[in-house]
């Protein structure tokens, strides 16, 4: 391959030329089922937004391609594939404004990434590219759909949402701030609305299993743990006191507390509260629900740590231990989400609840005696029950389990797991995402349809709309995909429904349910038994689908008949290291490991989990130390640093930053120190006219401390590579180019093994570097450079000499050296030698290669 014809290091010229070049030979593209060890590192792929990158985009992208040309140097086969998480709300936001489809908008912010990327340099397979709005790849998102529809793993239900009465439109989370709508600051509501939910709880313990077996950071196993929330307790009835209104349910990790329960504590939108709220409490009920009513359960969490608030709402419960009436309140710190929506508060042992009863002064019986004998409350360590008759005494691990057993044989209560985790919430009422492959159809036609198709669930997915119950049919797999309609406009249905819902022709159909074939309802009713009267379902599903199984896509992405074919998923399994932001620690992830254990549970992939290894770079902040963002006008676009010092001196200098993993600000400062490295590196290889450098001599030989620091260099850079210690590698091949620049001339094998370590980093320069000293092909075909471990041994090392633990000297010795040879020279030694000598040596402490310590 031809090298550039420029005399100097003219980035501008060599960069886009040699990305010409890999464009065409394709030399990253991995083969399946190759006799060479496999590597398959991941990137978190990115949302193309219209932004373009920006500079806090490339760091772990240029992390995973410096290990990835460092494998293939080492022999291995590597598959390092990129693509585009593309459905989602911005580009239907956009198409709202414009007019412009969001397909249309996709592509365009698609081409833009693509050209940054390759920019960059980052050696892709391209040939792998995936697209999330592409229905060659949907059509596999929603099979998977299917194959957790047929496990029994989606329903519908009625979920609260965010509606907003100004815009008639369903809003997500963060569209939502202080209970007004983001866009235009109007009142917002929450609204019931079918949704389909996936049970995502039913794998809740797998999902904590599983952390056991994957390499991942401990903060991020710590907060997917939280998120599930496993914890042992029980569950407990309390009976009302108006027995008209039968118990109340309540899950608690402390039945050994129950005695000191005073007061009870419902979410304001507990069902019973309506029933439970006597006619005196009535107007403060309502207007607390309504209040809370206008917070996320986000909102409401966070606002666990500021003063409680809540209504009592007149009616009391029976403690089922000691008879007590306790009173009944509702407060926005107890969600209907978790747990049963009710809690027993016992405030002598739990903060949140001594808080709440301060506040309303309630009782506080203390029924834990503290371990170390402290009265302070409230009271949330180990110790022994008191006040509590029958079980006095008892350690509080031994009482929860003898209350627990009690409560059993009275049938009041059973030993039990609950887990915070909530059933995946897996709709959205809009227009710009995957399209559930299921219509509604009358119970009737259902029951026909089963006739016809044996593959129907059993237990039939129903609703119940306008007094009729509808039957949720899926299409056949061999009609995938189906795809979204074409609209005139996205503007909302208004009626809470997604755009969809105003595409008549698309939403009332005839379907075939053999054959998936559609035709409008307008049409005359087609002849033959297959066919029905139903309506598509006009939900989408959210951005996450798409990004949970894309790992597995790359695997085998033009494959029509499957996902991926299982020679594929035998040879390439799932990614050996994935990178990406901590932000996506809980959810993405955890979504992602549900979707692979139905898969592995029904035998479609060969392994339990999706990531063994996982690694999460840091954030690049702004030159004022804050996360970069448009609004806050601090965001460096990459392709400005690209124009400047090229992409090989922008990798580098991400990378050189600090460790991968930390947080660092960006300053434009310490780039021209990176850039003038490479410059060096260009003029120890070519002279002025960007020829050889004379200086590289066929019979030149090195220094013997320089040909130790080339070995050194060599051992090093290996292991920072495949251990992401980036920066470090870099000073480390700083350190190597200033020894060889005091060299007189330089060996050419030792010239070609700084381009081989340099060429991970920076790519460009290194393949027109490879070229212009001669050599065929590209850099990393020609191997990685070999270190002889004889060369790294120390021919003399330095021990310090103490005397009573004081420094008195240095000596420079043989590494083999004894401590009868040490004396003889600490004894001659000029500084060291007046403070041994004369005196008894009661103790000698060598630490062997270091130092020696007299005691005397």
Not at 102 to 131: C, H, M
Not at 487 to 514: C, D, F, K, M, R
Not at 750 to 760: C, K, T
């Amino acid at each position: 391959m031809a090298a550039t014809s420029c005399k100097e290091y003219d980035f501008l010229t060599i960069e886009p030329h040699w990305q010409a070049v890999w464009e065409q030979a394709k030399p990253f593209r991995a083969e399946n089922g190759s006799t060479k060890p496999k590597f398959y590192v991941l990137d978190m792929f990115p949302y193309p937004s219209g932004a373009g990158l920006h500079i806090g985009h490339p760091e772990g992208y240029t992390a995973t391609d410096i290990l990835a040309r460092y494998k293939r140097a080492r022999g291995f086969n590597v598959l390092h594939p990129i693509g585009w998480d593309a459905f989602g709300l911005p580009a239907e936001q956009h198409a709202v404004k414009t007019g412009t489809h969001p397909a249309a908008n996709t592509q365009n912010n698609i081409t833009n990434f693509r050209r940054q990327i390759k920019a960059l340099g980052f050696s892709y397979d391209w040939d792998r590219e995936v697209d999330t709005t592409d229905p060659k790849y949907f059509r596999w998102t929603q099979w998977i759909f299917l194959q957790l529809f047929r496990k029994g793993l989606a329903y519908v239900d009625e979920r609260p949402v965010w509606w907003c009465p100004e815009l008639r439109t369903v809003l997500a989370n963060e569209e939502v701030v202080d209970g007004k709508s983001e866009v235009g600051g109007f009142p917002v509501e929450r609204r019931n609305l079918r949704q389909w939910v996936l049970r995502i709880t039913a794998y809740a313990e797998q999902l904590i299993d599983g952390l056991k077996d994957v390499d991942w950071p401990d903060s991020t196993k710590r907060m997917q743990e939280a998120w599930i929330g496993r914890s042992e307790g029980a569950e407990v009835l309390f009976k009302l006191a108006d027995a008209t209104l039968g118990d109340l349910k309540i899950f608690t990790t402390r039945p050994d507390t129950l005695f000191g329960c005073t007061y009870m504590v419902l979410a304001p939108e507990h069902p019973l509260v309506p029933s439970l709220t006597t006619p005196a409490q009535r107007d403060a009920v309502e207007a607390y629900r309504k209040k809370t009513a206008a917070k996320s359960d986000v909102e409401r969490m966070s606002d666990a740590s500021k003063e409680k608030s809540g209504v009592f709402t007149g009616s009391y419960a029976i403690n089922p231990v000691n008879g007590a009436q306790v009173p009944v309140w509702i407060a926005d710190y107890v969600l209907m989400g978790y747990g049963t929506g009710a809690i027993m508060a016992v405030p002598a042992h739990d903060e949140r609840d001594y808080e709440f009863a301060r506040q309303y002064d309630l009782p506080i019986p203390r029924v834990i005696a503290a371990a170390d004998g402290s009265d302070t409350l409230p009271y949330t360590g180990d110790g022994t029950l008191i006040n509590s008759p029958g079980y006095d005494g008892l350690a509080w691990p031994e009482a929860k389990k003898k209350i627990s057993a009690d409560l059993a044989a009275r049938g009041i209560g059973r030993a039990t797991i609950n887990y915070k985790l909530r059933d995946w919430l897996f709709s959205r009422q809009r227009y710009w995402g995957e399209p559930f492959p299921i219509v509604w159809v009358s119970e009737a036609d259902y029951r026909r349809a089963a006739v016809l198709r044996p593959d129907l669930p059993a237990q039939p997915v129903t609703f119940i709309e306008n007094g009729a119950t509808q039957f949720a049919l899926p299409l056949p797999e061999s009609s995938l995909p189906l795809v979204l309609p074409e609209v005139q406009s996205y503007l909302p249905s208004g009626t809470g429904e997604s755009p969809l819902a105003n595409v008549t022709p698309w939403l009332e159909i005839w379907l075939n349910v053999t054959t998936g074939a559609s035709l409008p309802a307008t049409a005359a009713q087609p002849a033959g038994e297959a066919w029905v009267r139903a309506r598509r379902e006009t939900n989408t599903m959210p951005q996450w689908a798409g990004s949970c199984w894309y790992y597995l896509r790359y695997l085998d992405p033009q494959n029509a008949g499957a996902l991926a074919s299982p020679e594929a998923l035998k040879y390439w399994g799932v990614p050996d290291l994935y990178v990406g932001g901590a932000e996506h620690a809980v959810l993405h992830l955890l979504y992602a490991r549900f979707w692979h254990k139905v898969l592995f549970d029904l035998g479609l992939v060969p392994q339990a989990e999706p990531f063994t290894k996982l690694f999460h770079q840091g954030i690049i902040l702004g030159e004022d130390g804050v996360k970069m963002s448009k609004s806050r006008g601090n965001v460096v676009n990459p392709d400005d640093i690209i124009r400047a010092y090229g992409a090989d001196t922008l990798r580098l200098y991400l990378m050189f930053l600090g460790p991968l993993d930390a947080m660092k600000p960006w300053n434009p400062k310490g780039i021209e120190g990176v850039h003038r490295f490479l410059k060096k590196v260009w003029r120890e290889c070519l002279d002025a006219e960007g020829a050889v450098n004379p200086r590289i001599a066929p019979d030149a030989t090195l220094t013997a401390e320089t040909a130790k620091l080339l070995h050194e260099t060599i051992k090093k850079v290996g292991d920072d590579y495949e251990n992401l210690r980036f920066n470090t590698a870099i000073s480390q091949l700083m350190i190597l180019v200033n020894a060889l620049q005091k060299e007189p001339s330089l060996p050419r094998p030792v010239v070609l093994d700084l381009v081989r370590l340099l060429a991970p980093l920076a790519p460009h320069l290194a393949d027109e570097l490879w070229a212009r000293l001669g050599e065929s092909g590209a850099v990393m075909a020609a191997g990685w450079p070999v270190f002889d471990p004889a060369k790294l041994v120390a021919s003399t090392i330095t021990i310090v000499i103490q005397v009573n633990g004081k420094h008195r000297g240095d000596v420079l010795v043989d590494p083999a050296i004894n401590e009868e040879a040490l004396m003889a020279l600490a004894l001659a030694h000029e500084k060291a030698g007046p403070h041994l000598a004369g005196k008894t040596i009661r103790r000698t402490i060598y630490v062997k290669g270091r130092l020696i310590n007299y005691i005397v």
